[in-house]
């Protein structure tokens, strides 16, 4: 089927955010929400931290927020007015040309053209002329509709099982406080030592343009996309290539037990390396590997997922409202520390939860899997409606 091909501008409002000036944020209540980036959205909707009392780009209730700086491409709507900050972009649809459903659909399955389309150093960004210029399928408006329909379907399958997923993490992250106390308040009274003392090595993953890594085949790398929360995933792997980093890739190697941190957009998110992705590489994230005999893999990606470690671990920001992690602060980050036997009951407790948690990971990435295709034929034409 042949639907004409045309630049996202002719038929979508597109409004780059703007970051407010720091001395006017205010509490959530006093002003207009802000949003400044991956860190302040929600499964759907934003749940912005802070609010600024001069707001510099506003979108609309029914905009699209596409975050344009780090985590490219991630989206949520607008359930109401708020105010973009530089990490993001709002995306309105011209209704008479595009559906907006079918426009998220769009965006989420040209994740990798944006990322090979970005620019910068030290985490990827795209600007609106990127965004301009992107060629979206334009089949007649009740046929986008009726696309939308089928991929929201199929989306809410896997999101089911994603929220299984999510619901057996949740407990095995409950057990964690249990047996541990919330890592601030430390109630336990376990010594505090700072994580460059209890891990062999704290580095980041390569750094690389965007341009570099991605060819067809190359050294297989994680990204932050890759890691969730105390899982990670295969989905949308990166290849960057041998040739041009040859000097960076003992740095950026990885063995199964070491612990994989995302930096920005949601810095802190950890997940440990299993066998399956021994001997890989990865792009811009944290590696720790921790000292077998002091700590535990698992402890440790189970205290950067909760919110007391978080917080001890962000402790300093670049920025009011963005944060950034960095190989400094989590080398002088101070983590309370059972007895390594206090550890690894912990982790017997959590092998146990792992086996119901395995199944819940194969059907999210089967259905994972069936989305993404979906996608694909989707805008190609090839999805019979």
């Known amino acids: 089927m042949s639907w004409s091909l045309v630049n996202l501008s002719t038929v ?5 955010g ?24 929600g499964d759907v909707f934003p749940r912005p931290k802070k609010a600024t009392l001069e707001p510099t780009k506003l979108c609309k209730k029914g905009d699209i927020i596409i975050c344009v700086r780090a985590t490219i491409g991630d989206l949520n709507w607008a359930d109401k007015e708020y105010c973009l900050g530089r990490g993001v972009a709002g995306l309105r649809a011209y209704d008479e040309k595009l559906d907006s459903k079918y426009l998220w659909y769009f965006i989420a399955s040209i994740e990798d053209e944006l ?35 089928v991929l929201e379907k199929a989306d809410q399958l896997r999101k089911d099982c994603q929220q299984m997923e999510l619901e057996l993490n949740s407990l095995a992250q409950s057990v964690f406080i249990d047996m541990f106390g919330d890592p601030v308040t430390n109630p ?29 085949n190359g050294v297989p790398a994680l990204r932050s996309l890759n890691v969730r929360e105390n899982k990670l995933s295969e989905d949308k792997m990166m290849y960057f290539s041998k040739e041009a980093h040859t000097n960076q890739l003992a740095k950026s190697q990885i063995f199964e037990g070491d612990v994989l941190i995302v930096r920005s957009g949601q810095p802190g998110r950890s997940a440990v390396v299993t066998k399956k992705f021994n001997n890989c ?45 960095n190989v400094k602060a989590l080398n002088e980050a101070l983590i309370p520390c059972p007895p390594i036997e206090n550890q690894r009951k912990f982790i017997d407790v959590y092998n146990i939860l792992l086996e119901e948690l395995h199944s819940a990971l194969l059907l999210t990435e089967y259905q994972d899997g069936l989305f993404n295709a979906l996608m694909q034929k989707a805008f190609k034409g090839e999805l019979n409606l």
């Open 12 to 16: 979508c409002q597109i409004d780059m």
């Open 18 to 41: 703007s970051a407010p000036k720091g001395s006017t944020y205010v509490d959530l209540d006093s002003g207009v929400p802000l949003i400044a980036g991956a860190a302040d959205y």
């Open 115 to 149: 990322y090979r389309n970005s620019t910068g150093s030290t985490f990827p960004q795209i600007n609106k002329k990127v965004i301009e210029s992107l060629k979206i399928p334009l089949p007649p408006l009740e046929t986008q509709k009726q696309i939308a329909e």
């Open 188 to 216: 336990k009274g376990w010594d505090v030592i700072p994580c460059k003392t209890l891990c062999e090595k704290i580095t980041v993953g390569v750094v690389v343009q965007p341009a570099s890594y991605y060819v067809d």
């Open 281 to 325: 590489n990865c792009i811009d994230v944290l590696i720790a590997r921790p000292n077998a005999n002091e700590l535990e893999s698992q402890y440790l990606s189970f205290f950067l997922n909760s919110e007391g470690g978080r917080k001890l671990v962000l402790k300093e920001e670049r920025g009011q409202v963005q944060k950034h992690l």
